[in-house]
């Protein structure tokens, strides 16, 4: 089982990773890259 403080490490990492790929999804949106863009929230949310 993973300690406390790692967890909460790994938590912040994952929302900063997510964080990152929804404003990559929002740059390809705004240029009408809407292959991308879905691909990006997709990953993002996960």
Known sequence: ?????SR???IAYRIEQALS???EARILLENDLLRG???RI???MF
């Open 1 to 5: 089982m993973i300690d406390e403080e």
């Open 37 to 39: 863009a879905v691909n």
């Open 8 to 10: 909460i490490n790994l």
């Open 21 to 23: 790929t929804s404003q």
């Open 42 to 44: 997709y990953y993002s």
